[in-house]
DNA sequence: TAATAAATAGGAGCAATTACGATTAATTTA
DNA sequence: TAAATTAATCGTAATTGCTCCTATTTATTA
């Protein structure tokens, strides 16, 4: 038994697509995507969902990278891998802590702050883009 | 003696700025800023020169927030705090080292990738912005 | 001084996102 | 069920941060 859940069809494809898209999508691909199965999407729905969604707490943005914000609806605490050359994102497996509750607590005491949140992102070429494709 | 560089008096107007600000300025920062000494300064010049440097290596972005790219001329490794209420940014001093030479190459193994550089970036709430103004 | 190269101004253009009025769908109330 | 109310959506216009382009200016070289 879950907790009930309002959504409209549109809304709930759109959520559905961003659950299951493991490419940390930007609102056009989302668009793109749900265009050809509902053909009267539109953009400005994307967008206005996602913000919901994020409002929501179901999804949070990895940044904004070659101009397009990406989008993450797997909210554990991770990290993210971004290729320089395709903006490819992957996720970054924490098995390993690198940010703990220590040093959270150290951060608010020298800035005198309250943290929230935290995002680790890893620069780089993906196996892809190396001119040796051992992929 | 230092190494010679041939940058134009905008140029280096620009770059002064940007090594003197601590306020992880934005391109429009650093127009309305200099606009007054330099009123025949135009903001491509600006966003032109923010481009030279970053590829020179001199600054880097700290990403873009509240729809503006933020810079940095601190080139030391070091992390930042960012208000999500004023989007001030801060530098947290990192005496800690949060991500060491082991985390790229457990995360170069993890993800098959070549890392260049990382980000963190905490995200929270200012003394500014907090209700009880202790600052 | 003349020729060449680099930097800039100013404005047009672009692309991602947001805002808005009109319409449609869903929900509540009677 | 019907009417009234609320929420969601469409389509388009507006915004905005940024980039691009051309003419002009400034610096460098011969």
Same mark, same amino acid.
């Given at each position: 038994? *879950?907790?009930?859940? +309002? ?5 709930? /494809? ?6 299951? /898209?493991? $490419? ?21 729905? &994307?967008?206005? $969902?996602?913000? &919901? ?12 990278? +070659? ?10 605490? *991770?990290? *993210? @891998?971004?290729?320089?050359? %395709? ?10 802590? @690198? &940010?703990?509750? =220590?040093?959270?607590?150290? &951060?608010?005491?020298?800035? +005198? ?5 935290? =995002? ?5 070429? %993906? %196996?892809?883009? +190396? $001119?040796? *494709?051992? %992929?």
């Amino acid at each position: 038994m *879950h907790a009930k859940r +309002n959504f409209s069809a549109k809304r709930e /494809a759109i959520y559905k697509l961003l659950v299951s /898209a493991k $490419n940390h999508p930007t609102a056009e691909w989302v668009y793109e995507s749900l265009k050809p199965e509902i053909p009267d999407l539109s953009l400005g729905t &994307v967008y206005r $969902n996602i913000s &919901v969604f994020r409002e929501m707490g179901l999804i949070k943005s990895i940044g904004i990278f +070659n101009g397009q914000e990406r989008f993450d609806a797997d909210m554990s605490q *991770h990290s *993210h @891998f971004i290729c320089t050359e %395709c903006f490819k994102i992957l996720d970054v497996p924490s098995g390993k802590k @690198f &940010v703990d509750g =220590n040093i959270y607590s150290f &951060v608010e005491k020298e800035c +005198n702050v309250t943290i929230k949140s935290h =995002n680790i992102i890893f620069y780089g070429i %993906c %196996c892809m883009c +190396n $001119n040796s *494709h051992k %992929c």
